[in-house]
């Protein structure tokens, strides 16, 4: 639990289940916010379990040839993005299904690699007890994101800051799982178990 890669894969869960659990309780008021209709914010909160099913699709298909840290990396890479467009986006349909899609491609993405990305970057011993105690740096993320997100709307009269912090949470979440796949003392990449939807 001291090596640098558990602890890079802690941060970037924790990080990920923060936004995950946070934009799922609050999704829906926070585009309501912006003034669109009922039915277009209907549509992009939708548009998340078809998305991620094509990226663990797209990620079946591939195969072999890709590994965890890669497909780690990419979804790592599309959340602070994903995250940045619905801070800037205009409340244009076309601007929020581009949020849509980084956000539920990399949230589908990241569902394979907490499982066979954990295996390829720490070793498939002990993995019941890794993956364990990766499991409770996500605990108090996922608990506190909706009533801390509910007080930072409260207290800013509006969602105005929130998407800022879920960039921000995503981008220290990215460098800390670029940290973990980089890590010397790491396993070589070999094929990870569970790899495919």
């Not at 609050?26 to 094509?54: D, K, N, S, Y």
């Not at 929020?96 to 295996?119: E, Q």
């Amino acid at each position: 639990m001291r090596r640098p890669a558990f602890l890079g894969l802690a941060a970037c869960f924790a990080a990920h289940a923060f936004i995950g659990i946070g934009l799922g309780a609050h999704a829906i008021p926070l585009l309501r916010e912006r003034g669109l209709p009922e039915a277009t914010v209907l549509l992009v909160v939708a548009l998340h379990g078809p998305f991620q099913v094509a990226a663990r699709l797209a990620l079946f298909s591939l195969g072999r040839r890709v590994t965890m840290r890669g497909v780690g990396r990419l979804a790592t890479a599309l959340t602070p993005f994903g995250m940045l467009v619905l801070a800037l986006a205009p409340p244009d349909l076309g601007w929020l299904v581009l949020y849509a899609l980084c956000w539920a491609v990399a949230d589908g993405l990241m569902t394979i690699v907490r499982a066979a990305g954990t295996a390829e970057i720490l070793g498939r011993e002990g993995y019941g007890a890794i993956t364990g105690a990766l499991s409770v740096a996500t605990v108090l993320p996922r608990t506190a994101a909706p009533v801390l997100i509910a007080l930072i709307w409260e207290g800013a009269g509006g969602y105005g800051p929130v998407p800022w912090l879920l960039t921000g949470l995503a981008v220290l979440g990215a460098a800390a799982f670029l940290a973990a796949a980089d890590a010397r003392g790491t396993p070589s990449p070999s094929r990870s178990p569970g790899q495919g939807p």
